[in-house]
């Protein structure tokens, strides 16, 4: 039985109409599929630029944790030293007047004499007002270190490290 005319042209522009539907509900689709892609290519670009910034932050903490770690060094050997003179000081009885009266050069050159070792001029400092020294100046360590660049008894073997002339001591370091 064939078609009549009229159906026929009902039943394609059924299917044109379908067709045109079922077009724009794929275009919407691919659209939105777009959409989405461009929205993760923003976010994957901000991701990596995050990623970056976290790598450089990383970079920066692992070297302060170096130099945290080496200044810790320092100041244990710095612990180790002055557990060592105080040590020293209570072997030998250490009066608390001993130097009291005496001029910042021959109170050094005794303890320095004492000890057999060169010291960092606040280490001397240190050292000298524990036995009894006694200095007006507001900046005692630099009274120490002029009267012993000024006294030919004593000689510099590091920065503010004074010795007496002529032994080999061995530096307590001032890091």
């Not at 002029?146 to 510099?156: I, N, S, V, Y």
Request: charged residues 35%.
């Amino acid at each position: 039985m064939a078609e009549e005319p009229g159906r026929r042209r009902l039943t394609i522009a059924s299917r044109i109409h379908n067709g045109r539907e079922e077009r724009r509900s794929l275009e919407d689709r691919r659209m939105s599929y777009i959409e989405r892609i461009a929205t993760r290519e923003i976010d994957i670009t901000s991701m990596k630029d995050a990623i970056d910034v976290l790598r450089r932050t990383l970079a920066r903490f692992e070297l302060e944790i170096e130099m945290y770690r080496s200044r810790v060094d320092r100041i244990d050997a710095r612990l180790a030293d002055l557990e060592r003179a105080e040590l020293r000081e209570f072997e030998m009885g250490a009066e608390s007047a001993r130097f009291a009266g005496m001029t910042i050069a021959d109170a050094s050159y005794e303890l320095l004499k004492e000890t057999g070792e060169a010291m960092h001029v606040r280490l001397i400092w240190e050292a000298l007002s524990r036995r009894g020294l006694r200095s007006s100046a507001q900046r005692p360590t630099l009274s120490v270190t002029t009267a012993l660049l000024r006294d030919e008894r004593f000689e510099r073997v590091a920065p503010n490290t004074y010795a007496i002339v002529g032994t080999q001591p061995r530096l307590i370091d001032e890091s």
